[in-house]
């Protein structure tokens, strides 16, 4: 007896199915847009005791200024970290242009990296813009760090 098995007919009426399926769906396109952040960061820096860095995160035509600050070395048993208030400033401006604005705060800092949010703006495509960061506690002044970056068209 030539008869096909119920397991291959299921498998065939599967297979007719999807490809019927797919034969009168319409094709729908992906339109999901992918926005990337650049981030452009100066070197990091010795001031106050601490490394210091700058950053220009870069979304579009958004920008945020990032400030960091880190432990100058790694802490040793002889001379463990002590908690620390320190008072930082970050702002931002478009070169030769208007300023993005300037946040001053005091963040608690200990042994590891805190990064500081500063100002978020739209700016032109095509424009420079220019971060600086300072950051000071008693006894000792700032020595501010700069970062420019372009925003990308």
Do not use: H
């Amino acid at each position: 007896m030539n008869r096909p098995s119920m397991k291959g007919l299921t498998l065939l009426a599967a297979g007719v199915a999807t490809a019927g399926a797919l034969m009168t769906a319409p094709a729908q396109a992906a339109t999901t847009a992918v926005t990337t952040t650049t981030e452009t960061c100066s070197p990091w820096s010795l001031q106050s005791g601490l490394m210091t860095q700058v950053c220009a995160a870069i979304t579009g035509g958004s920008v945020q200024f990032l400030g960091r600050v880190a432990l100058a070395g790694p802490p040793t048993p002889d001379f463990p970290p002590q908690p620390q208030t320190l008072s930082t400033t970050l702002s931002g401006q478009v070169v030769g242009g208007a300023s993005l604005g300037s946040i001053a705060q005091n963040v608690n800092f200990l042994a590891s990296t805190v990064t500081v949010n500063g100002p978020t703006a739209t700016v032109a495509c095509g424009s420079t813009v220019s971060g600086t960061f300072g950051v000071s506690k008693f006894g000792w002044g700032p020595s501010p760090v700069t970062v420019n970056a372009v925003v990308p068209c």
